[in-house]
């Protein structure tokens, strides 16, 4: 019989189909369907400019084109259709990869952006350390001290529990939580409310300091609060101002309420490429927002990221729609993440011993030693680093300073080639350490607008100065503490700077050349 494979074709005999033939129409249909698939998730991603997605379109269509000429005609050679062959799954296998792990990237990113705070409070039951107590039901019949306007609608309804629950009576208030802990001390109440934010505050008073060897948790009431402001939906096309909030937390849950540690405001425009990074210190002296009532900065964000917002708004005159959250307690496993972070040391100093997360997450209380110079930090390091204070003059002032320089280190690290050694680790550690209420569509947009336009950004710091005090504070009322009293003058060039950048002028810093 005829082998009908064999037919003539002006004057040359077609052969018959190969293996590496039909090797070479399965890679062409891989790397077709691969090339799609990757253009429609970057095109769905909407990180990336029309202009961009089209290159990348028209240059997956030469790649697939190219292929295909090599492998469709029957007379080329066998080697090059192998090798051309071998090279498509290569890059078919990698375009998978990526596809795969943008996705993860970009859900992990969902985490980070555009979520509402829902503020965790905890409220504990604290006993002496010898009290025989072990849980909350044997205070049955003892008597409670608490703090007055702390978490004063939670206090309230907690005591209503303990009243109902365990028969308390008649509870002691207290004018702040120092006088509050002095009365377990001298038996004259059997067992105290305290929250997180006053417990931090008592272990970093020297005279409080074994605060956490003379009493025991008992018990441990967890309060959630949704923060009540939108979240953006609008495309960042006009000026605006964003929070930048740094919690000092004993946990790493992103959502913990604690002082007020850090709290720089960013006044973005995007029209002039500017920036202003306006830096406030923890102890300024400033109104509360919810009562007018003088205290520390750092005090209002026990009473939520609105308080703080709301009182630095009053401060400044301008609107803050956005905030960043940042979790120091958190960032502990992203710095170890991204391999440690380098940082220049303003000296040589010695930390006061402090509690920080260990390997198996539990506190453990170290000090640490830095010399002067350029030091490269772990994520214990860097939190303790960022928290000292006593060790400088300026206090606060030289803390703000350090805290500034671990962000930058980390942002400097984050956005280097060394992040793809440990992205993973690293996308997995952000949704503890950040978190804002600026959407993922909002952060997409300002991608695109800066592929159209690459003008580099003006970034201007400024931060407000006063000079140290003592004096009264609403949260310790009857007790003085150390206060950084404002100085008016700092204070109105601020709000100028502030309007200079929002009305599209360039800011202008006291004493430089363009003043």
């Given at each position: 019989?005829?082998?009908?494979?064999?037919?003539?074709?002006?004057?040359?005999?077609?052969?018959?189909?190969?293996a590496?033939?039909?090797?070479?129409?399965?890679?062409m249909?891989?790397?077709l369907?691969?090339?799609?698939?990757?253009?429609?998730r970057?095109?769905?991603?909407?990180?990336?400019?029309?202009?961009?997605?089209?290159?990348?379109?028209?240059?997956l269509?030469?790649?697939?084109?190219?292929?295909?000429?090599?492998?469709?005609?029957?007379?080329?050679?066998?080697?090059?259709?192998?090798?051309?062959?071998?090279?498509?799954?290569?890059?078919?296998?990698?375009?998978i990869?990526?596809?795969?792990?943008m996705?993860?990237?970009?859900?992990?990113?969902?985490?980070?952006?555009?979520?509402?705070?829902?503020?965790?409070?905890?409220?504990?039951?604290?006993?002496?350390?010898?009290?025989?107590?072990?849980?909350?039901?044997?205070?049955?019949?003892?008597?409670?001290?608490?703090?007055?306007?702390?978490?004063?609608?939670?206090?309230?309804?907690?005591?209503?529990q303990?009243?109902?629950?365990?028969?308390?009576?008649?509870?002691?208030?207290?004018?702040?939580?120092?006088?509050?802990?002095?009365?377990?001390?001298?038996?004259?109440?059997?067992?105290?409310?305290?929250?997180?934010?006053?417990?931090?505050?008592?272990?970093?008073?020297?005279?409080?300091?074994d605060?956490?060897?003379?009493?025991?948790?008992?018990?441990?009431?967890?309060?959630?609060?949704?923060?009540?402001?939108?979240?953006?939906?609008?495309?960042?096309?006009?000026?605006?101002?964003?929070?930048?909030?740094?919690?000092?937390?004993?946990?790493?849950d992103?959502?913990?309420?604690g002082?007020?540690?850090?709290?720089?405001?960013?006044v973005?425009?995007?029209?002039?490429?500017?920036?202003?990074?306006?830096?406030?210190?923890?102890?300024?002296?400033?109104?509360?927002?919810?009562?007018?009532?003088?205290?520390?900065?750092?005090?209002?964000?026990?009473?939520?990221?609105?308080?703080?917002?709301?009182?630095?708004?009053?401060?400044?005159?301008?609107?803050?729609?956005y905030?960043?959250?940042?979790?120091?307690f958190?960032?502990?496993?992203?710095?170890?993440?991204?391999?440690?972070?380098?940082?220049?040391?303003?000296?040589?100093?010695?930390?006061?011993?402090?509690?920080?997360?260990?390997?198996?997450?539990?506190?453990?209380?170290?000090?640490?030693?830095?010399?002067?110079?350029?030091?490269?930090?772990?994520?214990?390091?860097?939190?303790?680093?960022?928290?000292?204070?006593?060790?400088?003059?300026?206090?606060?002032?030289?803390?703000?300073?350090?805290?500034?320089?671990?962000?930058?280190?980390?942002?400097?690290?984050?956005?280097?080639?060394?992040?793809l050694k440990?992205?993973?680790?690293?996308?997995?550690?952000?949704?503890?350490?950040?978190l804002?209420?600026?959407?993922?569509?909002?952060?997409?947009?300002?991608?695109?607008?800066?592929?159209?336009?690459?003008?580099?950004?003006?970034?201007?710091?400024?931060?407000?100065?006063?000079?140290?005090?003592?004096?009264?504070?609403?949260?310790?009322?009857?007790?003085?503490?150390?206060?950084?009293?404002?100085d008016?003058?700092?204070?109105?060039?601020?709000?100028?700077?502030?309007?200079?950048?929002?009305?599209?002028?360039?800011?202008?810093?006291?004493?430089?050349?363009?003043?």
């Amino acid at each position: 019989m005829k082998d009908t494979s064999y037919a003539s074709s002006r004057g040359n005999s077609r052969r018959r189909h190969t293996a590496l033939d039909y090797f070479g129409v399965i890679t062409m249909i891989v790397l077709l369907a691969v090339s799609a698939v990757l253009y429609f998730r970057l095109n769905a991603s909407g990180l990336l400019d029309r202009r961009y997605l089209n290159l990348i379109l028209i240059g997956l269509i030469v790649l697939n084109g190219l292929h295909a000429l090599v492998q469709l005609p029957l007379y080329r050679r066998k080697t090059a259709k192998l090798i051309v062959g071998i090279i498509a799954l290569g890059l078919s296998a990698f375009m998978i990869w990526f596809t795969a792990h943008m996705g993860y990237a970009l859900g992990k990113a969902g985490e980070v952006f555009g979520k509402q705070l829902v503020e965790t409070r905890q409220i504990y039951v604290v006993v002496r350390a010898e009290d025989p107590a072990q849980e909350l039901g044997d205070t049955a019949g003892y008597t409670y001290g608490y703090v007055k306007g702390w978490y004063a609608d939670d206090t309230a309804s907690l005591l209503h529990q303990l009243e109902e629950q365990l028969g308390v009576t008649d509870p002691g208030e207290y004018d702040n939580p120092s006088s509050l802990l002095e009365a377990l001390y001298h038996s004259e109440t059997d067992a105290i409310l305290l929250t997180d934010g006053a417990m931090e505050a008592l272990e970093k008073m020297d005279e409080h300091e074994d605060v956490g060897e003379r009493t025991r948790i008992i018990y441990t009431f967890t309060v959630t609060h949704k923060v009540d402001i939108a979240l953006g939906g609008t495309e960042m096309s006009e000026p605006f101002v964003i929070y930048c909030n740094g919690i000092d937390s004993r946990s790493n849950d992103i959502n913990a309420s604690g002082n007020s540690d850090v709290n720089i405001l960013a006044v973005v425009n995007p029209q002039t490429r500017e920036i202003l990074l306006l830096n406030t210190p923890r102890d300024y002296y400033v109104a509360l927002h919810m009562n007018g009532e003088m205290d520390k900065l750092t005090h209002a964000g026990n009473y939520g990221i609105e308080e703080s917002i709301g009182t630095l708004e009053d401060l400044y005159g301008v609107e803050i729609p956005y905030y960043i959250r940042i979790n120091f307690f958190g960032t502990v496993d992203v710095v170890d993440a991204i391999g440690g972070v380098d940082v220049e040391s303003p000296k040589e100093f010695t930390t006061v011993r402090m509690k920080v997360p260990g390997p198996d997450g539990k506190l453990e209380k170290k000090t640490f030693t830095f010399p002067e110079g350029k030091i490269h930090l772990n994520g214990q390091e860097a939190l303790a680093f960022a928290r000292e204070r006593k060790a400088f003059a300026s206090g606060d002032n030289q803390r703000g300073v350090n805290q500034m320089t671990v962000i930058h280190a980390i942002i400097d690290k984050i956005t280097s080639p060394d992040l793809l050694k440990n992205y993973q680790q690293v996308l997995d550690s952000l949704p503890n350490a950040v978190l804002t209420n600026i959407t993922f569509d909002q952060v997409k947009y300002m991608v695109r607008a800066q592929q159209k336009d690459s003008t580099k950004w003006n970034v201007t710091s400024y931060a407000v100065t006063g000079s140290g005090d003592m004096d009264y504070c609403y949260s310790w009322s009857g007790m003085k503490l150390y206060v950084t009293r404002q100085d008016p003058v700092s204070v109105e060039t601020a709000r100028t700077l502030i309007a200079q950048v929002l009305n599209g002028e360039r800011p202008v810093l006291p004493g430089s050349d363009s003043e």
